[in-house]
C-alpha cells in the first residue's frame, strides 16, 4: 500500500517537471520571436531642443513662469542649426528661446551669426538678432546692429544701417536685405559701394556676390579713382572689371569732357562706348559731337563716331557745324606739353557756319599746326566769294582763319551785287591771308588768269572789264572787302568797256559756280549735294621725268637671227 502511494507521488512529480519545461520551452520561443528593441534617439523635428546648460531653473511666481531660466554654456538645436549663448529663457511650449551673452548662431559649414541678444522662433524659423550683429556667409560679411534671419526664405533683413564687406568690396546703406541661397543683396536708403578707389552712390542698388556687379536703380553717381564721374539712373558695374553698363540716357565725365548717351559701357581701360543720341563734349575746346554710335579711349584718346555724326565748334559767337558719315580723332604725345590730335571726317563732308560754308569728301584737322586740310573737289564759300581747287589747307588762329592755302586748278570766284557778272581768279595755287576773319590779301602763282569788273566810284556801276595773264599776283584788300591795290610782274592784260565785252570773255575757261551745292543752314548739312556729272575738277598726272638707260637700244645690239636649220643665210644675187 506504502509502494503505490510512493509510486503515485513520484508520477505527481514527473507531470510537474514536463509541464514547467513546456512552459519555460514556451517562453523562450516567444523571446525568441519578439523584435529587438532599438537604442532611442532625439528627433530631428519642428521642436527646439535644449542640449546642454549648467543651470536650469524654473520661476512659476516671477515674471516669466512659461520659461526655463538657462546659464553657463547654454546650447540648442533646431532643425540643423546650432545655437549657443551665455543665458537663454527657453520656451518649450511656444517653441522659442530668447538667448542673451556671446550669442552664436550656426547653420551649416557656411552660415554663422554672433550678437549680443537674439530672439529664436522655431515655429516660424525666423530670428531676431540686436546689438553687435555680425553675419558670416562664405567670404562675405554683414555688420548691422538689428538683422531679421528668416530661415525659410533664407533671407537677412537689416534696417537699422548695415555694412556688407566682400573682398575689396565696401557697401553701405540705411536698410538691405541679403539671400544665403542666392547670394543677391538689396540696399536701399544713403547707398554707398567703395570697390578700391571707385566710390558709387546711389539710393537703390542690387548685388549680385558671385559676379560681383551692382545694379544701381534711381539716380546715381559713381566717382572713380582716376577723378572720373559717372551719372545714371540704371547702371551694371562689375567691380571686378570695372566694367559698367549704364542705361536710361547715362553721362561720363573726365575732367572737361563729358559722354552722354542712351546707352553707354565702360571698360578700365578708358574706352567708353556710346549708343543712341551720343553727345561728345569737350568744354575746354569748346567743341562738341553728337552722334548715334561713339567709341573713345580717354587714356590714349582715340576716337571713331559714325551713324549721322555732327561736329560742332562753339568757341566763336556763331557756331561751326560739321557733319560726315564717319569722324575719327586720334591723339599723339598724350598728357604731355607736345599733345596734339588729329581729327578725320570721311565721306561727304559738308560744314556750315553763318559766315562760312565747305563741301568736300575728306577732311584732316591737325591740332599740331592748326591746319585744316580738305580733299577731292572741296569748295568754300565766304560772302559772296567761292574758291575750290584739288586740295584746300586751312590754318587757323585760335577758331579764326589765319591762311587759306589751295593747291592745284585754284579757282577764287566773287559774285557781284547784281548776281550777273563774277570777278574770277585761277592758277595753280593761290594763298590768302586773314586778319580778324578778313581777307587782307591774296597770291596767285603760276598760270594766273583772271577777270576783274570796274566800277563807278559814284554809283558802284560796271565800267568794263579787266582781263589780266601773269605769272604771279598779289591783291591787297582795304575795308569793306574792298579792292585796295594789286602788285604782278610780268603781264598782258586787255581792258573792254562794259558794252564791248566779247560773249566768251565773260567767264574764264574753268569757271563753276556750286551756289546749289552750298549749306544753306545747318540742317542742310545732312543732305549730300556733290558736284554735277562734268563738273568735276580733271585729274591732272603729274609730269614724270624721261626715262634714263645706260644700255643700248635693241637695235644696234640685236643680232640677225639664223634661219631655221642651222644655215646663214646667203645674200641675194642683183
Known sequence: MINKHSDNIKNGHRISIILILCLFGFCLVQAMQAPKKRSKKRPDGDRVYLLHADELRYDMFGSNPDAQIVKGKVSFAHQGGHLTCDSAYFYQASNSVKAFGHVHYRQGDTLSLTCERADYDGQMQMMHARKNVVLHHRRQTLRTDSLDFDRLYNMANFFDGGTLIDGKDRLVSDWGEYHTQTREAKFVYNVKLRSGKDVVTTDTLYYDVPTSTAHMVGPSKIVSGSGGIVHTEDG??????????????????????????????????????????????????????????????????????????????????????????????????????????????????????????????????????????????????????????????????????????????????????????????????????????????????????????????????????????????????????????????????????????????????????????????????????????????????????PLQTLKKSDAVTQQPKEPAGGDKEKPKEK
Not at 586720334?330 to 581729327?343: C, E, G, L
Not at 585754284?410 to 547784281?418: H, T, V
Open 236 to 545: 551694371y558695374y562689375d567691380t571686378r572689371t570695372d566694367k559698367a553698363k549704364l542705361f536710361g540716357r547715362s553721362t561720363i565725365i573726365d575732367k572737361e569732357k563729358s559722354i552722354t548717351g542712351d546707352s553707354l559701357y565702360y571698360k578700365k581701360n578708358g574706352e567708353s562706348t556710346g549708343y543712341g543720341n551720343v553727345v561728345f563734349v569737350d568744354k575746354k575746346n569748346k567743341n562738341s559731337l553728337t552722334c548715334n554710335y561713339l567709341r573713345y579711349n580717354q587714356k590714349t584718346g582715340t576716337g571713331f563716331a559714325t551713324r549721322n555724326p555732327v561736329a560742332m565748334d562753339f568757341s566763336k559767337k556763331d557756331t561751326l557745324w560739321m557733319h560726315s558719315d564717319t569722324m575719327r580723332i586720334y591723339t599723339f604725345h598724350i598728357n604731355t606739353d607736345s599733345v596734339y590730335r588729329k581729327v578725320h571726317a570721311y565721306p561727304k563732308v559738308r560744314a556750315y557756319r553763318a559766315d562760312v560754308q565747305a563741301v568736300c569728301d575728306s577732311l584732316v584737322f591737325n591740332s599740331k599746326d592748326s591746319c585744316m586740310t580738305m580733299y577731292k573737289d572741296p569748295i568754300t564759300w565766304n560772302g559772296n566769294r567761292q574758291l575750290l581747287g584739288e586740295e584746300i589747307r586751312v590754318y587757323m588762329n585760335d577758331s579764326t582763319i589765319r591762311m587759306a592755302h589751295v593747291i592745284g586748278q585754284a579757282l577764287s570766284i566773287e559774285q557781284m551785287p547784281d548776281s550777273v557778272h563774277y570777278n574770277q581768279i585761277t592758277s595753280k595755287e593761290m594763298k590768302s591771308f586773314f586778319e580778324a576773319g578778313e581777307v587782307k590779301m591774296t597770291e596767285a602763282i603760276a598760270n594766273v588768269q583772271t577777270i576783274y569788273y570796274m566800277t563807278n566810284d559814284r554809283d558802284s556801276s560796271l565800267v568794263g572789264l579787266n582781263y589780266l595773264e601773269t605769272d604771279t599776283m598779289r591783291m591787297y584788300m582795304g575795308a569793306q572787302r574792298k579792292l585796295d591795290k594789286i602788285w604782278t610782274n610780268k603781264f598782258t592784260s586787255t581792258l573792254y568797256p562794259i558794252t564791248q565785252i566779247p560773249p566768251a570773255q565773260y567767264k574764264l575757261p574753268n569757271f563753276a559756280w556750286f551756289e546749289d551745292i552750298r549749306p544753306k543752314d545747318k540742317n542742310d548739312i545732312f543732305v549730300w549735294k556733290g558736284k554735277g556729272k562734268g563738273s568735276e575738277l580733271k585729274a591732272i598726272k603729274r609730269h614724270e621725268a
